[in-house]
């Protein structure tokens, strides 16, 4: 490989070219080494694992629909029912596993104080699941 010409003219300017050759040596050296080593990096175990069928438990928890109408009769899934005895069915509800879910329905008349108590009752006993359920008004 001369780089260089015997012309004196044309002898003085630099060569602007880039060899190849060795870079394509670099190239092939690299792409043989891949091709060795690839094989060696998919290295696996196999395992005789057990098959198994089995379906998740989806244990729904149940609702218990509490009310509070205009004079501060509360009602346990549409049965009247006095505080004490309320407060007994939340505590029974509150060990259950999974606990139920409280809608609790108060109406538009309804003191604030029959609310508060009975939302006191449900935490007190351990269920933290309480939901209002409210209907819009008519237009």
């Known amino acids: ?3 260089a010409s015997f012309d004196k003219k044309g002898g003085s300017a630099p060569l602007a070219e880039i060899n190849m050759v060795p870079l394509i040596d670099v190239m092939l050296v690299l792409l ?4 060795v080593t690839a094989p060696l990096l998919t290295h696996a175990v196999k395992l005789d694992l057990p098959k198994v069928d089995s379906v998740a438990n989806d244990v729904k928890p149940n609702k218990i629909d509490f009310a509070i109408d ?4 509360r009602f346990w899934n549409g049965e009247p029912v ?5 407060q007994a069915r939340f505590r029974a509800e509150g060990q259950r596993q999974p606990q139920p879910e409280v809608h609790l329905r108060a ?3 309804t ?3 029959r609310v508060a108590e009975t939302l006191a009752d449900a935490s007190k006993a351990g269920l933290a699941k309480v939901g209002f359920v409210s209907q819009p008004e008519a237009r």
Do not use: K, L, N
Not at 32 to 35: L, M, P, S
Not at 82 to 86: K, L, N, T
């Open 1 to 3: 490989m001369a780089f």
């Open 70 to 73: 205009a004079q501060g009769q």
């Open 82 to 86: 006095s505080r004490q005895e309320a």
């Open 107 to 109: 109406d538009h008349s």
């Open 32 to 35: 043989v080494i891949f091709i």
């Open 111 to 113: 003191t604030y104080q």
